[in-house]
């Protein structure tokens, strides 16, 4: 996976953060910092009895129906491929925007191209995630719209941002909503 796959754009609090949270991660595939975060499992006998664990989110996620996630490591983990670690996460907020790289530029790369899929709801992409094991990848947003897509593209000037779009999770994509 990529460090800094997701960059926060613009900050919800007027203070300037809320503050990231830590969670538990299993021993196994490590989680980099601007990497999106989901729950993994309970009690996985990874040496953290009856905790919550994240892990690196799946392909094709946020979905609002299922793939939820925790939100986007502020931190690398800890963990190695034997023992356990942690990751501080920032939590979501739709009212905060990211920046991400479009998985076909091409499909972005024209102000009104861009404009077109400005309200869509997308997904992001694991590139080496493609099936329910997560492993090393790059995030990439895509340019599909529907309905329990978590991730909600906002405007932006493709002349002053190049190679980037520009969104907010839904609210109802939030492990803790």
Request: hydrophobic share 40%; aromatic share 6%; glycine share 12%.
């Amino acid at each position: 996976m990529a460090l800094g796959d997701i960059i926060l754009k613009e900050n919800s609090s007027a203070t300037g953060g809320r503050g990231g949270r830590l969670y538990n991660v299993a021993s196994g595939t490590p989680i980099y910092a601007g990497e999106p975060v989901q729950i993994g499992a309970l009690g996985n006998g990874a040496g953290i009895a009856g905790a919550t664990v994240v892990m690196p989110a799946l392909t094709n996620t946020p979905d609002a129906s299922a793939h939820l996630y925790v939100g986007i490591a502020e931190t690398s983990s800890t963990n190695t491929s034997s023992a356990a670690g942690t990751v501080t996460v920032t939590p979501l907020t739709s009212q905060d925007t990211w920046y991400a790289n479009p998985d076909v530029a091409a499909s972005w790369d024209t102000q009104s191209e861009y404009n077109a899929l400005v309200g869509a709801r997308v997904l992001l992409k694991n590139s080496v995630s493609v099936t329910s094991t997560p492993t090393s990848g790059t995030y990439t947003i895509l340019a599909s719209d529907s309905t329990n897509n978590g991730c909600v593209v906002l405007p932006l000037d493709v002349f002053l941002v190049p190679g980037k779009v520009a969104f907010a999770f839904r609210g109802g994509c939030s492990y803790l909503s």
